[in-house]
């Protein structure tokens, strides 16, 4: 035995007798930057040719039933030397049938379609040589289903006709290099995990390559074979009904070429009722290896044994198709490794295995056009249904349902967010009623139901088919329910989010978000600002009032309200200025802050103003239109004075904060000012005189008092004129 290797990965091993029966020749191939040597050996009486790989392979055949194609061979040779042509006509040679005559179709935009197996293929490839793993990738990336074809379906567009150097190709394939070789998608299972097969059409053989090694690439579409399937007839025969041949289970022992062929063609097996029988060729031969049943200690035989238990791994097995460029050797097939076959001297004895049938196709397979997967249903199944199958006539299975992990889809309604309105504070809101479904095809795990604010949140389970709040399961199609009611303690805008964790994989945590405002209550903040100087106390109900002139009116009023104003703590409150028009600009922005921090409470605000203290409320307000008021009134201001000194001095201070003439702050909801005529300091304010400056379309017209000689001070003077002032400082 004598073994040749190379460095680019191909593996090749002579086996049989000795080196006297052998007549070899070789020539250099290269591959990878490496030269190797491809052997064909010749056989003058013992089994002893075979090119075999080293290495395990794996392919499979076709699920659906396909014609293999004609190899091609028209010629026929004797069997015994000089080997010369002759007449086909009974001889039995591959030449004499034409079973599957070769049928492709030009499409016209760069592929090819084999009729008799269905598959579509690359019309010609880029000239690129890859390795295994960017060949697989560039078929895929051609999208459409195209692929790396098997080492099966390969084969079938092998010329055998055509003899080396080739291309041995139909010419309709164009752009074949001579001296090359293609990459099959078939790798080796066990013991060589970087081998594939490869086809060289230089000389029709198969070569066991490292998946490393650059070979050349056409893409194929179509059904991919998988399985085979054999069918044992109980009748000695087994058919394949991926190709429709029926084979002669049992073996006749080892014949020379010649004895093989008259062998099959005068077989008659009674049970089955046939007569046909011919040897097969190297395709239809080559189609029942199965690699994948390959343990080279355990079951070192690449044909499965049930179908055909007296196969014989050792030896060798005739096809009827002669080499093409050597007549005198015919093509064989070794089952020990499978996938591999040469060409052995015809006057050697090999073993034998007749076939009859194959003819078709019947119809070509169809290529589907599905729509999307469907829902997973909670059986773990999923369905899809066919657009479209072509061509027209085809036949085959669609593949319309597959296995899914079944999720739940948790809703939520009503939708985030949600809103309960304004009520009062220590009521409850209406109830609502929050529902859960499992809209999906899995179960809903509900580990948790919560509201962020307890408080003013209040989380009841109820309704038709109560939640359990924690750790329960909805099924798919079911629901639950919640009930939550807004229950105001605190006043204000409140805010809180119910919670859902479960096991949906979209959504784990549902987050609704929940709002609710207090009602402001009915009394608010009676803010007091008073002019320079001697009004510069803090003031609140119970304040010192002796020299507050504002806070002692309010304690002197007679209006039964005012007792209630007392009773509500912290309602009437003052801004405490130290009465010096000179540091008007820091107590702006001290009053503002004051201000907005009454805001925040949401609570009324009324401010109540005299002398300049109304240019204080004035400036901040029109300065800052954050803050808002619901009433303002002005009691003596010189916002439009009638001495004219102290009317100039209040302009140049508006003129400071940039303002101009005096208009109702857009923030101010009521404005009412008070004057009298005889007071030089406050005045009639013009713009509250006009519609035309009312932001709100309210109109308070200026309040006179008829005394002409009240002055400054008057507003206080007059226990019954100061009631009125005080009716409307309390007035909603």
Same mark, same amino acid.
Not at 342 to 369: A, L
Not at 439 to 462: E, M, P
Not at 610 to 625: C, D, M, Q
């Given at each position: /035995? ?11 091993? $002579? ?15 290269? $591959? ?8 064909? @050996? ?9 090119? #075999? ?83 697989? #990738? ?34 309709? =394939? ?35 390559? =490292? ?33 429709? !041949? /029926? ?46 049943? =390959? ?24 096809? #009827? ?10 093509? !064989? ?16 004895? /090999? ?86 479904? %499992? ?18 949140? $209040? ?8 939640? &359990? ?53 009915? @009394? ?9 100087? /001697?009004?510069?106390?803090? &003031?609140?109900? @119970? ?33 405490? @200025? ?37 240019? &204080? ?49 857009? %923030? ?17 304010? $013009? ?17 006179? =008092? ?13 226990? %019954? ?12």
């Amino acid at each position: /035995m004598e073994s040749v290797s190379s460095e680019s990965g191909l593996f090749i091993r $002579l086996t049989g007798a000795t080196q006297k029966h052998i007549v070899s020749y070789s020539h250099d191939i290269f $591959l990878g930057g490496m030269i190797m040597k491809k052997i064909a @050996w010749f056989v003058r009486s013992i089994p002893v040719f075979i090119i #075999s790989s080293l290495l395990m392979v794996c392919f499979s055949v076709s699920a659906y039933a396909f014609a293999l194609p004609d190899t091609g061979q028209t010629k026929c040779y004797q069997g015994v030397s000089p080997y010369a042509e002759i007449p086909c006509a009974g001889t039995g040679q591959d030449g004499a049938y034409n079973i599957n005559p070769v049928n492709y179709t030009d499409n016209g935009n760069g592929t090819v379609t084999d009729n008799n197996t269905g598959l579509m293929w690359q019309k010609q490839g880029d000239g690129t040589t890859r390795t295994w793993d960017a060949a697989v #990738s560039y078929c895929v990336s051609l999208g459409t289903d195209w692929r790396l074809p098997t080492e099966k379906e390969l084969i079938t567009i092998v010329d055998y006709s055509i003899p080396y150097p080739g291309p041995m190709i139909n010419p309709v =394939f164009t752009g074949t290099p001579q001296y090359s070789f293609y990459w099959s998608s078939s790798t080796f299972l066990s013991g060589y995990p970087y081998g594939a097969w490869a086809v060289g059409f230089d000389g029709g053989y198969v070569y066991g390559y =490292f998946t490393g090694n650059d070979g050349y690439v056409r893409c194929v579409r179509g059904d991919q074979a998988l399985t085979q399937n054999f069918v044992d007839n109980g009748n000695g025969t087994v058919t394949d009904n991926n190709t429709g !041949l /029926m084979w002669q289970q049992g073996e006749p022992g080892a014949k020379t070429w010649d004895s093989a062929l008259s062998y099959c063609e005068n077989l008659i097996l009674p049970s089955s009722g046939y007569s046909d029988w011919r040897l097969p060729n190297i395709t239809e031969l080559e189609s029942i290896t199965d690699d994948t049943v =390959f343990d080279p200690v355990n079951h070192p035989i690449a044909i499965d044994t049930n179908a055909f238990p007296n196969a014989n791994a050792s030896n060798y097995y005739w096809s #009827s198709t002669t080499s093409a460029v050597y007549p005198s050797g015919a093509w !064989l097939v070794y089952f020990h490794y499978g996938g591999n076959y040469g060409y052995g001297s015809k006057d050697s004895d /090999m073993y034998v295995r007749c076939v009859r049938g194959g003819e078709g196709p019947p119809s070509q397979p169809c290529i589907y056009t599905y729509s999307d997967w469907g829902t997973c249903h909670a059986d773990g199944t999923q369905t899809r249904t066919v657009i479209s199958a072509t061509p027209d006539g085809c036949t085959g299975t669609p593949v319309l349902s597959q296995s899914c992990t079944p999720f739940g889809n948790l809703e939520v309604s009503p939708p985030s967010p949600y809103d309960f309105g304004t009520i009062k504070k220590d009521t409850q809101s209406a109830p609502q009623e929050v529902t859960l479904s %499992n809209t999906g095809s899995g179960d809903i795990n509900v580990s948790n139901i919560s509201v962020s604010d307890t408080t003013n949140y $209040l989380l009841l389970y109820g309704g038709s088919a109560p939640c &359990l709040g924690t750790n329960f399961t909805l099924i798919p199609g079911n629901y639950c329910t919640v009930i939550i009611k807004f229950n105001p303690t605190t006043k204000g805008n409140l805010f809180a989010t119910l919670t859902v964790t479960s096991n949906d994989p979209d959504t784990p945590t549902f987050a609704v978000s929940l709002s609710g405002t207090t009602l402001k209550s009915e @009394w608010g903040w009676i803010v007091t600002i008073d002019g320079m100087n /001697m009004w510069s106390t803090f &003031l609140s109900p @119970w304040a010192d009032s002796s020299t507050n002139y504002l806070n002692k009116a309010i304690d002197q009023t007679t209006d039964p309200k005012r007792t209630q104003i007392e009773q509500d703590k912290g309602k009437i409150v003052g801004f405490t @200025w130290n009465g010096d028009i000179l540091y008007t600009d820091f107590y702006v922005e001290k009053l503002y802050e004051y201000l907005k921090k009454l805001n925040d409470t949401n609570r009324p605000v009324v401010i109540l103003s005299h002398s300049w203290g109304t240019v &204080l409320s004035y400036i901040a307000l029109t300065k800052h239109s954050d803050i808002h008021v619901d009433k303002l009134i002005t009691l003596g201001s010189p916002l439009n004075a009638d001495d004219p000194l102290i009317f100039m001095f209040t302009v140049e201070q508006l003129l400071t904060f940039g303002l101009g003439p005096v208009y109702k702050p857009t %923030n101010v909801k009521e404005w009412n000012n008070y004057y009298t005529e005889c007071d030089n300091i406050g005045g009639d304010i $013009l713009a509250l005189s006009s519609r035309d400056n009312y932001v709100n379309k309210t109109y308070y017209p200026n309040r006179r =008092f008829p005394n002409p000689f009240d002055c400054h001070s008057s507003y206080f003077d007059d226990r %019954n004129k100061w009631d009125k002032i005080l009716k409307d400082v309390i007035k909603k």
